[in-house]
């Protein structure tokens, strides 16, 4: 008895020494400490003139306010932390000069007039929002000239090197056409003289150096063999297929009122030639565009030339396997905007429109053929996003003689998989959130790349959500992960990215120079809020009913099916159809519904987050 009674005094005081040992749990963060730790940070980092000249210090500034709203978005400090998110990217937008920049300042504000009204914040942004309005009104221009850096000053020397060579070649061809005016070359037409005789020794036409990612020269000649094109009231793209890369060069023509010449826009491509059955003048006759035209501008420059009847910016690149070269045009009532060296001199930045119904792409047809309509503009951000996303466009992968990745299951196909998914995911869509959906193909067809996006354009897409699957060497690889388009930040990034462009690592390389003109105005922010909200879901719906997954984040990378993109895009890689466990779970029907579950769940929170209104269900008012 006295041993027992020594054995429970000895374990009791061991207890009482362990209790007393432990550390005191740390007191909660409150929302005003949580607000004044994110304010000490951005005060102490708005003194330091060297962290101030690089983005990713001002976005971790903007991203603890954000973080600090998110995990009390109806506290009293919420509205401080939006406040602060919102006139930190303002900031920063006056010295990046990026639009993306100021529309992500103004979405920040308005969410914080629809959320808080009862807030002394609400009048502060409201004040800046007026203030945005006034600057622009004042200017006449929405966006100020970027910092100059020594990498500018750099590129200013070269262009005038360039001129200068380019004013000698000028004075070369043109002596040349007064010797000889017929200028006989092979394949001469009447529409190659038009464009030799009229655009070849125009000197306002050498206004910037050439612009492509790769060459061809002292090869066999580039064949350029088709012209295609997909067009809206505010929107077209034109793209010029070739069968490989060489370089280019565009330069934009103003228009000519002593010759009741149009305002042009032409791509000369250097050791080229026409296809035998190239159709070389396609008539386009839409809001923006009166057709394009191609011609043998000398016997290795082959030249397309786009009459303009009114545009706002435009955009030029290429992508590789095949080579072809895109032309996005927007018109003024479009929001897409272009870098300034794109930009039509003396023309003015423009808001984003209210999206209205339009007409689906017939599939085999190049052009989607839009019924005529009167743009609505939305001057007010404020309402705008009070209508919240109402169309979206959902693309399947691959599809057609593209079978994409195959399975680890023997005739299982990366194609048919997301057909499938796709299709689930659309009836979840329209009966769940009520939006109109668009599918870029729903059937077994080959859609190329750059097709996928110019529909999302055309129809005036909300959102573009791309469904894949995914694929490594290693069978052992699982999970799932969505991207959305910017530079890759890993080389397991750039492996997917490679993959679904088939193309190499090294075009990966060379795109990302390209995309350093395009990213500028696109959709950055709003993709990576989307592509995060999808990303949580994915992972907190599927842990819940399956073993073994994994959450492999959001992440970014170049990918073509989101080039160009108008509005928020996203690519969701579901699984690996490479890895045993998750090849057999996709072709399932529960794991397809349950990823479309997911993600519908995934959107349903970022229209919250952007339109916190758009599922409210109002109470019928009374009668008598």
């Known amino acids: 008895m006295k041993l027992y009674c020594k054995v429970v005094f000895s374990l009791l005081m061991i207890s009482i020494v362990a209790i007393l040992c432990l550390p005191s749990p740390l007191p909660a963060v409150t929302e005003k ?78 969410r914080l007039i629809n959320r808080h009204p009862k807030s002394r914040y609400r009048s502060k942004a409201q004040a800046v929002l007026r203030s945005f309005e006034d600057k622009k009104t004042s200017s006449g221009s929405a966006a100020p000239d970027a910092v100059p850096t020594a990498a500018t000053e750099s590129a200013s020397a070269e262009r005038s090197v360039y001129h200068k060579e380019r004013s ?129 501008c000398t016997p290795d420059v082959v030249r397309v030339v786009v009459d303009i009847k009114s545009f706002k910016t435009y955009k030029v690149f290429s992508l590789s396997n095949p080579f072809r070269t895109i ?9 897409e905007t272009a870098p300034a060296k794109a930009v039509a001199a003396g023309t003015k930045q423009t808001r984003l429109p209210h999206k209205r119904p339009l007409v689906a792409p017939k599939p085999h047809v190049y052009h989607a053929a839009i019924r005529s309509q009167s743009a609505i503009t939305a001057n007010d951000l404020a309402k705008q996003f009070a209508l919240g996303v109402k169309r979206i466009v959902i693309d399947a992968g691959h599809g057609g003689h593209d079978g994409g990745a195959p399975g680890y299951i023997k005739g299982v196909r990366e194609k048919d998989v997301v057909l499938s998914i796709a299709r689930r995911l659309a009836k979840k869509i329209r009966n769940e959130l009520g939006c109109e959906v668009i599918m870029t193909r729903n059937s077994d067809r080959f859609l190329t790349l750059e097709e996928r996006t110019a529909i999302a354009n055309t129809q ?19 999970g799932f992960e969505t991207y959305y388009l910017n530079l890759a930040t890993d080389d397991d990034a750039i492996l997917v990215a490679a993959r679904e462009n088939a193309t190499s690592r090294k075009t990966i390389s060379d795109l990302q120079n390209i995309l350093n003109d395009l990213m500028q105005n696109s959709k950055i922010n709003e993709s990576s809020r989307l592509a995060t909200y999808v990303q949580n879901s994915l992972y907190s719906q599927m842990k819940g009913n399956y073993r073994y997954v994994s959450n492999k984040g959001v992440k970014q990378a170049p990918f073509y099916v989101l080039l160009g993109a ?30 479309c579950k997911a993600i519908v769940k995934g959107v349903r929170g970022y229209i919250r987050e952007t339109t916190p209104t758009a599922f409210w269900n109002p109470r019928p008012s009374k009668k008598g």
């Open 327 to 335: 032309i996005d045009v927007w018109g003024k009532d479009s929001g």
């Open 168 to 296: 000698s070649r000028f004075k070369q061809a043109k002596t040349a056409f007064k010797a000889d005016t017929s200028n006989d070359v092979p394949g001469d037409d009447p529409i190659s003289r038009l464009i030799v005789i009229e655009e070849t020794c125009d000197p306002k036409a050498f206004s910037s150096p050439p612009k492509a990612p790769a060459s061809s020269r002292g090869g066999s000649p580039t064949v350029i063999n088709r012209l295609r094109y997909w067009s809206n009231p505010s929107y077209t793209r034109v793209v010029i297929d070739g069968n490989r890369e060489t370089t280019y060069t565009p330069n934009l023509l103003k228009q000519d009122p002593d010759s009741d010449k149009p305002q042009r826009l032409y791509i000369d491509f250097e050791n080229s030639r026409l296809g035998q059955d190239l159709q070389k003048a396609v008539p386009i006759d839409d809001d923006l565009l009166l057709g394009a035209r191609a011609g043998q």
């Open 460 to 478: 005036n897409a909300d959102l573009f959500i791309s469904i894949h699957c995914n694929a490594s060497k290693s069978p052992r690889a699982y």
């Open 566 to 595: 108008q509005m928020p895009a996203i690519l969701v890689e579901t699984s690996f159809i490479s890895n045993e466990r998750e090849c057999k779970r996709l072709v399932t029907a529960q794991y397809q519904e349950d990823l």
């Open 33 to 110: 400490q949580e607000y004044d730790r994110a304010h000490s940070y951005f005060e102490k980092f708005i003194k330091d003139s060297k962290r101030k000249q690089y983005r990713d210090n001002w976005m971790t500034c903007i991203q603890k306010f954000q973080a600090a709203y998110r995990r009390n978005p109806g506290g009293n400090y919420a509205a401080a932390n939006l406040f602060m998110a919102g006139k930190i990217y303002n900031d920063l937008y006056a010295l990046s000069g990026r639009l993306s920049d100021r529309k992500e300042s103004v979405d920040i504000f308005n």
